[in-house]
């Protein structure tokens, strides 16, 4: 009995779920009115996209010397159009040293005040102190 109702109750599920299909947002039915990509042999590759409702990202990829051989470095740019009406452009670099965005919009931090600008330079002027030595 219990089965039959366990059962009985997925298969109203189903039809409920089939019935009426999830609302989606305009904005995932957008349109892709071009896109451009590749990857070459030597590891270098681009990819480029625009939709109909303002999204374009640009990508490329490519090979950079670093400490221990070459390095894959990413740099590209994404664009889209706010729901304030705002076009929001991101530029980023992805290296060894991590992901780097930059943009207009992005937070910055404050600048180092001029006093601990001045005694960050005396405090560079200083002898090192050697390191103790323990036994």
Do not use: C, W
Request: cysteine-free.
């Amino acid at each position: 009995m219990q089965v039959t109702l366990v059962l009985s109750s997925l298969l109203l599920a189903a039809v409920a779920v089939s019935a009426y299909p999830a609302v989606q947002n305009p904005e995932s039915r957008a349109v892709i009115l071009s896109q451009d990509s590749g990857n070459n042999p030597d590891g270098t590759s681009k990819n480029n996209f625009q939709t109909e409702n303002g999204i374009k990202q640009e990508q490329v990829s490519y090979l950079k010397p670093g400490p221990e051989g070459p390095v894959v470095a990413f740099q590209g740019a994404v664009a889209y159009v706010a729901p304030d009406g705002q076009t929001i452009q991101t530029g980023y670099i992805a290296d060894e040293n991590g992901y780097q965005p930059y943009g207009a919009h992005l937070p910055t931090p404050p600048p180092i005040p001029a006093e601990i600008q001045e005694s960050l330079r005396l405090l560079a002027t200083l002898p090192s102190t050697p390191e103790p030595i323990y036994q």
